[in-house]
């Protein structure tokens, strides 16, 4: 009775209501606990790439919004309205360098983890030269508004001073804090960097509609001046200008615009790579950064290439000076672009196979680490073909619905289109193949393996270290005095005259194939540089042949134009910065046995870890890595006769 109570009030503690209350609190206090972990630890560093990307896709659609809007030319709005809004996110975008600047000097934490593949210093440098004619462009439009300040909004002249601003502090960051790797303060960095990243964005778009206008002003004016319809232009402020330079200021701030359309899209992906560091873990290995070398045998390349360029500039000067006389030497300028363009691209294509056929024929790895800036490289690439192979097959189609009295060019432009396609095509594979392939390391060679320990009559000659560190001085005299003088003599070498086999060199001297993929890279470098000069200036027929325009009506093509044709300037710039860095790619070729020589240097050996070390002066080639050493074993129950060799064996089994 007395047991059976005692359980039956220890059935009643147990479901009591204290009890009861005290389990459910703790399992509350457990719940609370893992939800606040959650929210404050794996929420917010899982989900602010989402949210900043959200951020700044919104704040880019808002500007593109205002862009349209004021497309239209409305009374509602207008450009001060657009400028206002930029202005007010560089000043944003200012704020947040500052603070993130500050906060690093006052930081006494060690230096931070960097991107050694984020920002090279040549890229930086470029940039830095387009960032100074953007300053210039500023000076214009300050001049600009000075003269016209009585009847323009104030705003006009506070955006170039903030956008001068904007840019002196954007290149000091990109020079001494594009390569960090963010790690304090993640989500609230993450929505600063995009922020700079949409704010480029934004100002390449806007750079990229004035100078679309500007271009598009003077199609027009040219069509009135043939005759062929009366278009209005821009107008000029309704005020006289104060200054004798404003028709000077005007006319050259368009010829900076593609300077400064570069520079922002540029930074705006310098950017991105940054915002995709953020809270990276690096791969030591994968982080080096790999010294180039110089390049011997560069000449066929940069020969034709320098060729090249000096045609483009030619084409370009002889088309601007007859696409506006008559209808004849209009038509005679188109044909010449046309021409000159299938040549340029036949070129390509070729060169560009070439490279491709080169890597089929080498057994260079592949470099499957994680590495942003390459795989951002990678799809802009192939992003920013869209807009030229859109615009290459609207002219097929235009083409092949022209009739019979469409002009004589038509052939030679259907041609251009589809080697425009190809060229692409067969330029992005070389670009990428060349950005993944990587050249083999000394640590990539193959290491000797295990070495055999025989008796001395099975032994060869002395091609190897002896070890004789566990024998004592009269053991060790007594053996060196029954060897032959040249084994002594052999035991006795110092070890600055021990060299390393040569199959275990790296030969860093650059071969034949090696010097032909340097030749077309210097060769599509300066071909992408010629091939940006020509639209980024002015020559652009698919305005002015007329084909395209009757087939998809002057809106519909203008709006292609104004798209695709950006798209095709930043896809040249973007390859000429890819294919620098392919150029400047270290020039170190695979490692190689040479099975040829049948007798090797001596390799300098290390023994075991109780045995005391060889040591001796540098020699010529002195082992610096771990698989550059010899291991030795030692057989204590072998004959007093018998020595340890090294026996150094390839992968494939040669010694």
């Not at 809270?279 to 110089?294: I, M, Q």
Request: glycine share 6%; charged share 20%; with cysteine.
């Amino acid at each position: 009775m007395v047991e059976h109570s005692g359980l039956d009030i220890m059935c009643l503690n147990k479901y009591s209501p204290a009890s009861s209350s005290s389990s459910s609190s703790n399992a509350e206090r457990k719940l609370f606990s893992k939800l606040k972990v959650s929210l404050t630890k794996k929420y917010p560093q899982k989900n602010a790439e989402t949210l900043s990307a959200q951020y700044g896709t919104n704040l880019l659609l808002i500007g593109v919004s205002v862009m349209l809007a004021l497309a239209q030319h409305g009374p509602a709005v207008k450009e001060e309205h657009l400028l206002a809004f930029i202005t007010a996110l560089m000043l944003m975008q200012l704020v947040w360098m500052l603070c993130y600047m500050i906060r690093r000097e006052r930081e006494r934490s060690p230096v931070p983890e960097r991107d050694a593949h984020a920002g090279t210093s040549w890229i930086r440098g470029g940039l830095t030269m387009l960032a100074l004619l953007s300053l210039i462009m500023d000076a214009f439009r300050i001049g600009y508004f000075v003269g016209y300040h009585s009847c323009v909004s104030a705003v006009l002249g506070v955006y170039p001073i903030v956008h001068a601003l904007h840019t002196i502090s954007q290149v000091h960051f990109l020079w001494f804090h594009i390569k960090d790797v963010i790690k304090k303060y993640e989500t609230f960095e993450r929505f600063g960097v995009i922020h700079a990243v949409f704010t480029n964005l934004l100002l390449w778009c806007n750079g990229v509609m004035s100078e679309a206008e500007h271009f598009l002003n003077n199609h027009r004016r040219r069509l009135t001046a043939l005759g062929y319809a009366n278009l209005t232009t821009e107008a000029e402020p309704h005020c006289n200008c104060t200054t004798s330079v404003c028709s000077m200021f005007s006319t050259s701030l368009y010829y900076l615009y593609p300077f400064n359309i570069e520079y922002h899209i540029f930074v705006s992906a310098m950017l991105f790579v940054m915002w995709k560091n953020i809270g990276r873990t690096l791969d030591r290995h994968s982080n080096r950064k790999r010294p180039s070398t110089r390049s011997p045998g560069l000449l066929l390349g940069p020969l034709l290439g320098l060729l090249a360029l000096a045609s483009s500039i030619t084409v370009l000067v002889v088309y601007l000076i007859h696409v506006e006389k008559s209808e004849q030497t209009r038509e005679a300028a188109i044909s010449m672009f046309y021409c000159y363009g299938v040549v340029m691209l036949s070129c390509m294509c070729g060169a560009s196979g070439a490279g491709l056929l080169v890597y089929r024929v080498e057994d260079w790895p592949m470099d499957t680490g994680s590495n942003p800036s390459r795989q951002l490289d990678t799809e802009l690439l192939l992003g920013s073909s869209l807009g030229s192979w859109l615009m290459s097959w609207c002219s097929v189609v235009a083409v092949a619905a022209a009739g019979r009295g469409s002009p004589s060019f038509r052939w030679t432009c259907l041609a251009y289109s589809l080697l425009l396609v190809l060229e692409k095509c067969v330029q992005n594979l070389f670009i990428v193949e060349s950005l993944y392939r990587r050249r083999r390391d000394p640590d990539d060679a193959p290491v000797p393996e295990i070495f055999s320990v025989t008796p001395a009559p099975m032994v060869p000659p002395y091609d190897g270290i002896v070890n004789r560190a566990y024998e004592t001085q009269d053991r060790r005299r007594a053996a060196l005095e029954g060897e032959a003088p040249e084994n002594r003599a052999a035991f006795s070498m110092k070890h600055s005259d021990v060299t390393l086999p040569a199959g275990n060199r790296l030969n860093v001297t650059p071969g034949r194939k090696r010097q032909i993929l340097k030749n077309i890279t210097i060769f599509l470098f300066m071909c992408n540089v010629s091939l940006w000069i020509l639209p980024a200036f002015g020559c652009r027929p698919q305005y002015d042949n007329g084909l395209e325009q009757e087939t998809f009506g002057y809106s519909v093509w203008t709006t292609v134009l104004n798209v695709a044709i950006p798209m095709n300037l930043f896809y040249r710039m973007h390859s000429v910065a890819s294919l620098f860095e392919v150029f400047r790619k270290p020039c170190t070729v695979p490692w190689r046995s040479e099975r040829s020589d049948s007798r090797r240097a001596p390799t300098r050996a290390h023994t075991n870890p109780r045995a005391r070390p060889l040591t001796g002066s540098s020699g010529p080639a002195r082992c610096r890595n771990r698989s550059q050493f010899a291991s030795v074993m030692l057989d204590a129950s072998a004959p007093e006769p018998a020595r340890t060799h090294v026996l150094a064996h390839t992968p494939d089994g040669d010694p």
